[in-house]
């Protein structure tokens, strides 16, 4: 039986303040037993490192208490294919998600929904339903990347949500502070993020 070994982890940057999804593959580790993730604005956020036994211990900067929380994973719980919040130990908040892709999006929003009381958001609840409609589109396989990929990366701001494709590096923004937005995404059938197709990609154009 195949084992498809990958994962997601999201969390929230204790400098920047910004949600960031990750794209976690056992393949990572081939030939290093350690991956560091770093935020988009340069800071270190999490490593997850691979033991001898194959177990795997996860350290990440929490954004509510500032300080290193530390959980170990055995080869199957890290690579498990169900969604677990990452909660801070001293407030008991969720600060982010280790989980499955096609649930990261809509699993964004549990914690979107923690950080309605900080103001990080100029429209929190325009938000919430951008992110919904987004993980509709997920589930249905119609958000995606031109280059074929479905693995894409989740910044969130203030006012607007960065999608990041993991295989080509394709971005696309999505503004999110008006009710003019959300009436753009509802909209759409489908997001396609603008990156490479897969005969650029094999001709060396990445």
């Not at 479905?150 to 006012?159: I, Y």
């Not at 394709?170 to 009710?179: K, N, T, V, Y």
Request: hydrophobic share 35%.
């Amino acid at each position: 039986m195949l084992i498809n070994k990958e994962t997601t982890l999201s969390l929230r940057c204790p400098a920047c303040g910004i949600l960031m999804a990750d794209y976690v593959h056992a393949f990572s580790f081939s030939g290093n037993r350690q991956m560091d993730l770093e935020c988009s604005c340069g800071q270190k956020k999490a490593s997850i490192f691979r033991e001898d036994n194959d177990n795997y211990i996860l350290a990440f900067l929490c954004a509510i208490c500032e300080q290193e929380h530390i959980l170990s994973y055995s080869d199957e719980e890290i690579w498990r294919n169900i969604p677990r919040p990452l909660k801070c130990r001293e407030a008991g908040i969720q600060v982010g998600k280790l989980g499955p892709q096609k649930d990261l999006i809509g699993k964004l929003e549990t914690i979107a929904e923690h950080m309605q009381g900080d103001d990080f958001f100029i429209n929190p609840g325009l938000v919430l339903n951008i992110l919904d409609r987004l993980q509709g589109l997920a589930i249905e396989g119609k958000l995606f990347c031109y280059c074929g990929s479905q693995e894409v990366h989740v910044d969130l701001f203030a006012d607007r949500i960065k999608l990041i494709c993991q295989d080509c590096a394709g971005e696309l923004l999505i503004a999110a502070s008006r009710e003019e937005d959300l009436e753009n995404i509802t909209r759409r059938n489908d997001i396609v993020l603008p990156g490479y197709s897969a005969e650029e990609k094999r001709g060396g154009r990445l």
